[in-house]
């Protein structure tokens, strides 16, 4: 069987769909742009998003769409989530890799069970495709795709699968970003650690790479930066690289986090 490929105008669609990905700065801001343009790339009726803590199996749910009936359908779909074959699969093997529900059942199998009568049958959407993202430690995402018509097709799921590991790390750039931000809001007096030049000077840092990471503290892009202190974004780079070297990390978020870590010992 010949491997598929994503064609030139579908790649070209997922890297700007990045782009605007990893421009997010909190998750509560994450989970909703991620609602509202997953469908750009993969078309889908309903978009569910659904964080579950594997210790408690408390959910939160966010579903574009919003129907009239969200409360009772969430419930619904929680009484008969262990027929859902996709769930069942992740459960087994732990791969949250894209799975569809035709993957595991023809649609007579499908309408025998109760999932089908309570659930899809209910919403209108005989086909689903879902991905599960961890969330450390303990809980996971799983974000789905629902339509009516034609099923899922292998395209959609390389391009859900191209996104998966993107999704994990720009929420945890998200999460990231704004326990930093937090941690800076606090006063000194306290646990946290206020981020100031002097105290990043500390860690070895010069006053124009310290004032950089003051800047991605506050969320602003690498241009953004450069436009405060009159410098080039390509200034601004080659500053964050000295940042990484001497800080032993290899991004934005992971220099903040190590910094505040410092800091805070």
């Known amino acids: 069987m010949a491997v598929q490929r994503l064609g ?15 421009a997010q700065r909190d998750p509560e801001g994450f989970k909703q742009h991620v609602l509202e343009t997953i469908p750009s790339l993969v078309p889908s009726e309903l978009t569910t998003y659904n964080e579950m803590d594997l210790r408690t199996s408390e959910n939160i749910w966010k579903w574009e769409p919003v129907p009239s009936d969200f409360a009772e359908l969430t419930e619904i779909f929680a009484n008969c989530m ?19 529900i035709s993957d595991f059942l023809t649609q007579r199998e499908l309408r025998k069970l109760g999932y089908y009568d309570e659930y899809l049958r209910r ?44 999704l994990t790390q720009a929420h945890e750039n998200a999460a990231a970003l704004t326990r ?5 809001a606090r ?39 450069a436009i405060g202190l009159y410098v ?11 940042v990484y070297r ?11 986090a190590r910094a505040l870590e410092m800091l805070d010992s």
């Open 180 to 184: 930093i931000r937090e941690e800076s």
């Open 82 to 100: 262990d027929e859902n074959p996709c769930v069942a699969y992740y459960r087994r093997t732990g791969d949250g890799g894209a799975t569809k």
């Open 123 to 166: 919403v209108g959407l005989e086909h689903r495709m879902s991905i599960v993202i961890p969330k450390p430690p303990h809980s996971v995402i799983a974000l789905a795709l629902g339509r009516s018509g034609n099923d899922f097709s292998e395209r959609d799921r390389l391009v859900l699968d191209l996104l998966r590991s993107h």
């Open 8 to 22: 030139q105008r579908d790649l070209e669609a997922s890297l700007s769909y990045l782009r605007e990905l990893y």
């Open 232 to 242: 080039s974004p390509l200034t601004v780079k080659t500053h964050l690289r000295h």
């Open 246 to 256: 001497k800080l032993g990390v290899e991004s934005r978020t992971e220099a903040l």
């Open 187 to 225: 006063p000194s007096q306290t646990k946290g650690v206020l981020l100031t030049r002097e105290s990043l000077e500390l860690l070895g840092l010069t006053d124009r790479e310290a004032d950089i990471l003051l800047g991605i503290a506050r969320g602003k892009t690498n241009k953004q930066i």
